[in-house]
């Protein structure tokens, strides 16, 4: 029966007769836990109770309201799936973490929808804005302002709050920096861990380093252009010699990936290329 809790959206089969459902375009339903009848709100009629098995036999299809995880691009706006526009133009909201910057995203593909700004500083609040909009029979999609939400990115407690309260949550899956970095190293081996942004604090920060290159194993690593700096000289200190693959402006017009040593690594980055987000893959070690 949790399976019925949320509320649905049932559409007509092409070739039936809707008049009989007083020609109703949409129909709401939500069932409350009783698992003999479906309350079916129909748009200016009053409450009746049909059981499942009626509405399948008489040619309605359903599915329920959803949250959609959508990945958008990284960089390059091109690299947006076709899905995931369809399902931007297909939804009633979007939730944004920035919605400034995702405006940007919408306006290039003529995309007008409202917006909804969801970051990490107001997840919870705005998780009440968008199971509002569920509740009342409106599919939401969420992006992040790059990539997959919820891989360094907020969306992982929008998500619990959703699932908890019994609406399916669909990803889209797409641009992910750390995909494609891995793609192009050529030494991930058969165990890559996903690390993401380390602390900021220098201790912190070579603490969990020490620990990931003690694995052994390939890691990938985000940091931005205020930090790369410290943290290339964090890996050249503790072991020098772990190849490293560092994406920089990844799917811009001048992305570059600067491969080599960890202690040399420093030494390729002047101020021309010290710009835009990192990406950082640190092999495995080498077993002797």
Known sequence: TNFFRAPFLLRKKPGFPLQSFGCAKRIYAAIPGAAQGL???LHGKNWCTLPPCSLLSAGLKWRMVS????????????????RALDCLRAAHAVACEDTRHSLKLLNHYDIRKPLISCHGHNEEKSAERILALLRAGKDVAYISDAGTPGLSDPGQRLVRRVKDAGFPVIPLPGPCAFAALASVSGFTGKTLTFEGFLSP?????????RELLDRGEAFVLYESVHRILKLLADLADLEPERLLVVGREMTKEFE???EGAAGEIPLKFTEKNLKGEFSVLVSGRKKS
């Open 67 to 82: 949250l959609c995880i959508v990945a958008t691009p990284i960089g390059n706006l091109k690299d947006i799936s076709l």
């Open 39 to 41: 309350p079916v709100i």
């Open 201 to 209: 604090k220098a201790g912190r920060r070579r603490s969990r380093l």
């Open 256 to 258: 570059e990936y600067i």
